[in-house]
C-alpha cells in the first residue's frame, strides 16, 4: 500500500480526502501545518505528498521546496482552488509533479496520483536498469479505470496468451487497432510482424494480390514480384480492420486460406504455408450481415472464435482525464511544445461533451488546440464553439424549465456531481442549491 503525506488546514477537507484515498488503497498521513509536516516528513518515508497552496504557518510552494530538497524522489502534487491555478503551474517549474483544482473530481485525484507514483517507478527503475531508451516500445494503449474499460482489458489479458481469432467490435474512433496491437503485444507473437489491413480501401480486383502475393508478368501491370500481407504477417499477426467491407468473392478466399493456412500466390503452382493470428475489427454488425447474406457465416464462426466489444468514449468517461494527458504528451512530442494540462474550465467542457467521434476525436482536438496555446494551459479559447452547444443548450433548459427538481438533477449530472459547478450552472449560490437538494431529497 502507497503511502501518502496529505497536507492541509481545512480540517473536514483533509479527513474527507484522507477517506476517499484509503478506500482507494493508499495508507494516508495527515499534517494541518506546515511545522507538523515538515515533523512527519522526517520521521517516515512516503511515496508521495499532497500538500495545500495555502497554509496558515507557510507558503505551499517554499515547503514543497524544502521537503524536495530533503527528498527530491518523492513526488509532490500541490491542491488548489481555481483563482490558484496560474501559481500552481508556476511550482510545477520549481518542482511540483502536477495539481488538483478544488473542488475535486474524484477521478482526476486518483489519475495524478497514479501518474505521479508512476513516474517515480520508472526513474527509480532506469538506475536499475540502463536499457536504450530507443529499444523500448512505447505502447498506445491506455488502461482505463472506469468498469467497462476494466471489463476490456481482462478480456485482452485473458485472450492474448492465446492463438485465437479475435473479432473486436466497436464505433468508429474507438481505437481498434489500438486494442490489436495491445494482444498482439501481450502474445507469444510480440516479437513478430503486425500487418494491419483496412480491408475497406482494397479494390475487390486487387484484394487476391495484396492478401495472397503475385509473381511478375502474372497478369498487366505485374511488373515485380509481390509479397503479400499473409506472407509479410508470417509468424505474427494479421490484423483485419473493416472486416465486413469484403466482397463475398474475397471472403470465400480469406475463409480457405485461414482454414488451410496455405496460400497461393497469382500465376503461382506452388502453395505456402503461413502461421498467422487473425484479428479482425468491425464497427458494423456482423450477425445482421450473416442473416441478410452479405456476410458468410462460416468466416464470422472462424474470425469470431474469442470477441472483445470496445466501448464509446461516452461510456467511459471515468477515463476520459487519463485519456486526454496521454493525448496531450503525444501532442507536445509531435509539435515541440510544453503544454502543461487543462484549466478547469476545459475539463468541465470535456467532461459535458457527449464525442461521438470517440478518442479519435479527443485526440484531433486536442493536437489541434496544443498547437493554438501559447501558454502552460489549454484554455477555453483554443477550444472549437462546437463544444459548447451542449453547454449552452443546457443552461437554457436549466433557465426556462418550470420542473426545479428535474432541473436540478440534470445540472448534477452534467457537473459530475460537483455541487459547486451545478450551483454556478443554475445561477444560484451554493446554500440555496443545498437547501433545494433537502427540499427534493436529492442529498447523498
Known sequence: MKKILLIEDDVAFCKMVSNFLFKNDYAVSTAFSASEAKTLANASDFDLIMCDLRLPDSDGIDLMVELKSKKPNVPVVLMTGYADVTTAVKAMKKGAFDYISKPFVPEEVLLVLSNALSKKEEKINSKLVSTPKSTVPKSNFVSGISAVSKAMNNHIQLVSPTNLSVLIIGDSGTGKEVVAKEIHNLSQRKNAPFIAVDCGAIPKELATSEFFGHLKGSFTGAVTDKIGHFESANGGTLFLDEVGNLTYENQIQLLRALQERKIKKIGSSTEVDVDIRVIAATNEDLKEAVKNGSFREDLY????????????????????????????????????????????????????????????????????????????????????????????????????????????????????????????????????????????????
Open 301 to 444: 464462426h472462424r474470425l469470431n472464435e474469442f470477441s472483445i466489444t470496445v466501448p464509446t468514449l461516452n461510456e467511459r468517461k471515468q477515463d476520459l482525464l487519463m485519456y486526454a494527458d496521454f493525448f496531450l504528451e503525444k501532442a507536445n512530442e509531435q509539435l515541440n511544445k510544453n503544454v502543461i494540462g487543462f484549466s478547469p474550465e476545459v475539463i468541465r467542457i470535456f467532461q459535458a461533451y457527449s464525442w461521438p467521434g470517440n478518442l479519435r476525436e479527443l485526440q484531433n482536438i486536442i493536437r489541434r488546440s496544443t498547437l493554438l496555446t501559447q501558454g502552460n494551459l489549454i484554455e477555453k479559447e483554443v477550444i472549437p464553439s462546437d463544444f459548447f452547444e451542449v453547454e449552452n443548450q443546457a443552461k437554457s433548459v436549466f433557465s426556462k424549465s418550470e420542473n426545479e427538481k428535474e432541473m436540478i438533477i440534470k445540472a448534477l449530472n452534467l457537473c459530475n456531481g460537483n455541487k459547486s459547478e451545478a450551483a454556478k450552472m443554475l445561477e444560484i449560490n451554493r446554500k440555496t442549491l443545498y437547501n433545494k437538494l433537502k427540499l427534493y431529497q436529492l442529498e447523498d
